[in-house]
């Protein structure tokens, strides 16, 4: 596995709901002390790293900035693509809310975002290009919170156990998948479910469009994939299910359900983000990570996806929204959410002790693979109709057999659809 610092190079680059606490109007700043009203997907209740890395963040931001408060909403990125347009539009969006990067210029077309206050453009050691988390006037509207790119994971215990080795091509992966249901596993994890976003297979769908060099939409933001190359993804899907090496609940499946899965050991390979890595060593320590195969037209690189922080439309409390938003992102705050697999998004945050720990090497393993395996790209604002339509072309290659090249053009019809 790489081990390699990425050190300072920069990159050039529901109205019925609202009753919730997360929606309450805010009050204007000059009143006096500040609560801010927070939406994120991760519950800080939970055992797991992450979370556990995001409670002690913000009750460290609150000891720091004693007249600023964080009330802070669970929210799925689905109830959030639902009603934060709502929300916005009622005059209660969240001061600050979290947001999956494909699906910030589709937010910001729906009015949710405040344009980013002027000393945002203080900070300047992103390393990635912050200029696509733009609104349709061209005005940022967000930043990076956390970077994440696709690998492939598999169960070292499966692959020996039927005398494979670790699948470098993805017709390897096919291969192997079948070997791996023979021996009653589920050879590939994935899913066909839009309950969540269409997470799963969106993901991995853009990730491999990213390895074969293939755009996603055209310069009038239609999606324009249904080539040969987007072929090459469909006809992946067919071999495997093909080669009966799909779950048996592939149609429904989540990226949940595909996790919990690979965590409990029925699953032998799936392509997920980076940031299940650390998580995933201490559920199953079978569980490994690779490169992502190489494609029949490209290479093993990627898309640079992740989570964006911004400030909700209507905010009162922007002065306050903006440190804690720079708070979050910066090096402190950074390390600590490091410590959970999640990979900072600035320099500065490397220069940490953390980075230079025994305990940091996965994080610097990912990190180093983030940087030397993915590039960024531009999303257009239909992210979410072409999401669910990979889940219906999914769906339908299952249970009505269709082609590889029935299902990308199915797929980029519904991204189309009006």
């Given amino acids: 596995?790489?081990?390699?610092?990425?050190?300072?190079?920069?990159?050039?680059?529901?109205?019925?709901?609202?009753?919730?606490?997360?929606?309450?109007?805010?009050?204007?700043?000059?009143?006096?002390?500040?609560?801010?009203?927070?939406?994120?997907?991760?519950?800080?209740?939970?055992?797991?790293?992450?979370?556990?890395?995001?409670?002690?963040?913000?009750?460290?931001?609150?000891?720091?900035?004693?007249?600023?408060?964080?009330?802070?909403?669970?929210?799925?990125?689905?109830?959030?693509?639902?009603?934060?347009?709502?929300?916005?539009?009622?005059?209660?969006?969240?001061?600050?809310?979290?947001?999956?990067?494909?699906?910030?210029?589709?937010?910001?077309?729906?009015?949710?975002?405040?344009p980013l206050p002027d000393a945002a453009a203080k900070v300047t050691d992103w390393l990635r290009p912050t200029d696509a988390l733009a609104g349709p006037d061209g005005k940022q509207v967000a930043v990076p919170y956390e970077y994440r790119t696709c690998a492939l994971y598999y169960n070292q215990k499966i692959l020996s156990q039927i005398g494979?080795?670790?699948?470098?091509?993805?017709?390897?992966?096919?291969?192997?998948?079948?070997?791996?249901?023979?021996?009653?596993?589920?050879?590939?994890?994935?899913?066909?479910?839009?309950?969540?976003?269409?997470?799963?297979?969106?993901?991995?769908?853009?990730?491999?469009?990213?390895?074969?060099?293939?755009?996603?939409?055209?310069?009038?933001?239609?999606?324009?994939?249904?080539?040969?190359?987007?072929?090459?993804?469909?006809?992946?899907?067919?071999?495997?299910?093909?080669?009966?090496?799909?779950?048996?609940?592939?149609?429904?499946?989540?990226?949940?359900?595909?996790?919990?899965?690979?965590?409990?050991?029925?699953?032998?390979?799936?392509?997920?983000?980076?940031?299940?890595?650390?998580?995933?060593?201490?559920?199953?320590?079978?569980?490994?990570?690779?490169?992502?195969?190489?494609?029949n037209t490209g290479d093993t690189t990627g898309t640079t996806i992740g989570w964006t922080l911004g400030i909700g439309n209507g905010s009162k409390h922007a002065e306050a929204a903006w440190k804690f938003i720079e708070y979050m992102t910066g090096p402190e705050a950074g390390a600590k959410m490091a410590t959970g697999g999640e990979v900072p998004t600035r320099a500065g945050t490397y220069q940490q002790p953390f980075f230079s720990s025994p305990e940091s090497k996965t994080v610097n393993d990912i990190a180093a693979y983030v940087k030397s395996n993915s590039k960024p790209r531009t999303y257009s604002s239909n992210w979410t109709s072409l999401a669910r339509g990979l889940s219906q072309s999914g769906q339908k290659l299952i249970l009505n057999g269709s082609s590889g090249s029935d299902f990308i053009r199915s797929a980029q019809d519904a991204a189309n659809k009006k």
């Fill in 1 to 114: 596995m790489i081990k390699k610092r990425w050190g300072l190079a920069l990159f050039t680059a529901v109205v019925a709901s609202l009753a919730l606490s997360g929606c309450a109007p805010s009050t204007p700043e000059s009143e006096g002390p500040v609560t801010l009203n927070y939406w994120d997907f991760l519950d800080p209740s939970q055992n797991n790293p992450r979370s556990k890395a995001l409670k002690e963040n913000v009750a460290n931001f609150e000891a720091a900035n004693p007249n600023i408060k964080i009330n802070l909403s669970v929210v799925s990125l689905g109830d959030m693509l639902n009603r934060l347009p709502q929300a916005a539009a009622a005059g209660q969006a969240p001061d600050v809310f979290k947001m999956y990067t494909p699906v910030v210029p589709q937010m910001a077309a729906a009015g949710v975002y405040s």
């Fill in 164 to 295: 494979a080795t670790v699948p470098t091509t993805y017709d390897q992966v096919v291969d192997v998948a079948r070997k791996a249901a023979a021996a009653g596993f589920t050879g590939f994890g994935t899913g066909f479910s839009d309950s969540d976003n269409s997470a799963i297979i969106g993901t991995f769908f853009d990730c491999f469009m990213t390895q074969v060099g293939q755009d996603l939409w055209n310069k009038d933001g239609q999606a324009d994939f249904a080539t040969s190359k987007g072929e090459d993804f469909g006809n992946f899907l067919t071999k495997l299910r093909d080669a009966k090496a799909l779950g048996s609940n592939v149609v429904s499946d989540t990226y949940g359900t595909v996790a919990d899965g690979m965590a409990s050991g029925t699953v032998a390979m799936a392509v997920m983000g980076t940031e299940r890595a650390v998580s995933y060593a201490s559920q199953n320590p079978d569980l490994k990570w690779t490169a992502l195969p190489k494609a």
